[in-house]
């Protein structure tokens, strides 16, 4: 599976660095193309002409070459690859990465990368349980990166304790088995509506709310990362979707949303109704700015705004899976139950207003699900790209 695979392999300073060696070679036997970043200390481990003779590529370890002026683009290297390994991830690094300090390539590297990170650390055993190490490698956890678990064994120290780096032919198998692994929605179909509508209420003033869009962008990367064909019908929002088989269609309003749904509804397989649509639109919308002088204020009539998921929910053929979201403020539970039956949803996932980590804007969420005759299913705080896999995991196991 590593075949024509482009990975990054990012080398730091520990007594471990000759253990990439091996690595490398193993890598490339299996037919990866690798590309080595090392950072300043790494070369104090290991030399960058035996890694750039087995890779058959220089090794990049500044922002640019001394003496040609020769800029090395951490953005293109980082969008080349398929997959960065940091092996060895010494503490140092791993708490760059937790925290963006992007002081050297590697980091800046990773910060740039859009593919699967792996990270094996390699460091002594105190190290390894002191509490700061423990925080950022869940922090790399939360943002979606792969930790290869060190092993227990004789340290550089001489000491025995937990902190050894894997060894490379375990990590050539788990990039191995991350290939291999079936993407289980290829060849579907998979629609996501995501952040607000706005309503006009005149050209420059609109009925809108507080969604950023954040969880229904994570939804649609997720779903592509799953392999997906995803439509993303989004209402105005300013974060963007990162997977390449995303295709956003932009929308202003519940009826252009509807409208976009209605089109690609037919054709879906699976459909994740993520966002915040207003309920009510101004009645007739004003074709010129409502001017403040000497009127007296405007009296807004509202209308309905079309149920989008309840609409697909009305023209659902049997094998669609329909999912919907319910935000709310009081009795959560039998609000989102509700939801499920009356716009004929597969699944509600519930987010309560009342929890500080869930809702608009937060990187957290915090969920429930509810399916069709099924208990609901509790889940802990998550990052939204977590929670987003979650929801997408319970799908397939409806489909
Ligand atoms: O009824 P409520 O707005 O709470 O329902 C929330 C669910 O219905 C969400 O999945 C939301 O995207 C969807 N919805 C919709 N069209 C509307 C209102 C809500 O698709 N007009």
Redesign the pocket.
Known sequence: MLKGKHIVLGITGGIAAYKSVTLLRLLVKRGAEVQVVITPSGKEFITPVTLSALSGKPVICDFFTANTGEWHSHVDIGLWADAMVIAPATACTIGKMAHGIADNMLVTTYLSAKAPVFVAPAMDLDMMAHPSTTANLALLRSYGNHIIEPAEGELASHLTGRGRMEEPERIVEVLDEFFSRKQPLAGKKVLV?AGP?YERIDPVRFIGNFSTGKMGYAIADAAARMGAEVTLVSGPVSVKASEKGVTTEHVES?RE??AS?QKAWPETDIA????????YAPANPSGTKIKREGNEPPQITLVK????????GAEKRPGQIL??????TDSEES?AVK?LH??N?DM??LNSLRDPQAGFGTDTNKITIFRQGAEPLRFPVKSKREVAVDILDEIIKLH
């Open positions: 509506t509508t519940a949303m509807l749904c994740i109704m993520c966002a915040a649509v207003a309920d705004n079309p149920d989008i998921a309840a609409t697909l999912v919907g979201f319910a935000l709310e609000n939801k009356s716009k949803l509600i996932v």
